[in-house]
């Protein structure tokens, strides 16, 4: 994909600002608050449906503004044309159209403009908790697959559901024991398919992780992913999944009713990223979590590309504040090898004297939510 155009009204500090991207490397700089991470966000909710950092539609409205409008404008890989349109209002349901419809809801959107994601807040994924991993998987799968997306939603709204029904038995003592059941079955039946299906990911984007870290490390050392799907010892096929949580929920089941909760499914999953054979989040040293993360999102992006078919737009939010000379001219490295279309912020125009850039790129100056210079180079 190539971003062609990008129209933000009320995103953040962006009152009315276009954008006319270049096809290769796009620069926004600015000092911090200037609104080039705001021009990101849009971009991942073209994408995503929702900004790849935790926040509300009501926080990305312009500070006393009732609705924000994002128009983008870009080509796939067969050069044919795609557009998204979003009109967010605080009163009125959400308004979503593309290429191919109108009157979408958000995962309708999700997989057309496939897009790669690094911040400073995904060095979590090395260093947090399981859940920090659980959606990275869930975000890939969901950009490569409409089923998985399907059955993560589905999960969401089971999990909701028998939450309450056993959270209300806890205070009233009257539990639906047939009720209870049917939601079990529903849990056990999206829970097999979902971690079947990250199972298989797993197995392929290893591959590709171990492959990218070896070139970023020189080989230097062992890495590997290996998927922990709770309660369950063998992943190679759906229907062992399947008898395998049956047996786990009927082994929970009096815990859950005496708990009020869930206590069993794909929720409760792990991605174990190992180097030299040890636990990264142990010990791995600051500049292998760094490399570890980059590996990650490459490993994505050669994922997502040959899961759609499409190359992936690649976002760097603030990164290079995070790493050094070395690791900066790892990372453009790869992007100029993907022949992507790539977006940076950064708060200071000097790190381009730091590297060389041999694609043509463009620098946009932003200051108060508005670009106040964009010129474009041949490097």
Not at 85 to 94: A, F, G, L, P, V
Not at 104 to 111: A, E, Q, V
Not at 196 to 217: G, H, L, N, P, V
Request: a neutral charge.
């Amino acid at each position: 994909m190539r971003i062609k155009t990008l129209n933000l009204r009320n995103i953040r500090n962006h009152i009315d600002s276009d954008f006319e991207f270049c096809e290769f490397l796009n620069i926004l700089c600015g000092q911090n608050g200037a609104g080039k991470t705001s021009v990101l966000e849009a971009i991942a909710l073209a994408g995503l449906s929702k900004s790849f950092l935790p926040v509300t539609d009501s926080i990305l409205t312009y500070k006393d503004a009732e609705n924000y409008r994002i128009k983008l404008n870009a080509t796939n890989d067969l050069t044919l044309p795609y557009f998204v349109s979003i009109n967010y209002s605080k009163t009125e349901k959400k308004e979503i159209s593309n290429t191919y419809g109108d009157n979408l809801i958000p995962k309708d959107i999700i997989g057309k403009l496939p897009i790669v994601v690094l911040s400073p807040d995904y060095k979590e994924i090395t260093f947090g908790s399981p859940q920090c991993r659980r959606t990275l998987m869930d975000r890939i799968l969901s950009q490569s697959f409409s089923n998985y997306l399907d059955n993560w939603l589905k999960l969401k709204k089971i999990l909701r559901h028998r939450s309450i029904l056993l959270a209300n038995n806890l205070r009233r003592h009257d539990l639906d024991h047939s009720l209870l059941e049917v939601w079990t079955n529903m849990l056990i039946e999206v829970s097999a398919e979902i971690t079947w299906r990250r199972a298989k990911f797993i197995k392929k984007f290893d591959e590709k992780f171990r492959t990218i870290y070896a070139e970023i490390s020189q080989n230097k050392e062992e890495v590997e992913l290996k998927y922990r799907a709770f309660g369950i010892k063998d992943t190679s096929s759906k229907d062992d999944i399947f008898q395998e949580l049956t047996k786990v929920a009927s082994y929970y089941s009096e815990d859950e009713i005496r708990r009020g909760v869930n206590l069993f499914g794909p929720q409760r999953d792990d991605l174990k990223i190992l180097i030299n054979g040890g636990i990264a989040r142990d010990f791995a040293s600051q500049g292998q979590h760094k490399s570890l993360l980059i590996a990650i999102k490459f490993a994505e992006f050669h994922f997502l590309h040959e899961a759609l078919n499409e190359t992936p737009i690649i976002i760097l939010d603030d990164i290079f504040s995070e790493l050094d000379s070395e690791r900066i001219a790892q990372v453009l490295n790869l992007v100029k090898l993907h022949n992507a279309q790539t977006f940076i912020s950064v708060n200071f125009v000097d790190f381009l004297e730091k590297i060389q850039l041999t694609d043509r790129y463009k620098i946009f100056n932003i200051f108060d939510g508005k670009v106040i210079s964009a010129e474009e180079f041949n490097a």
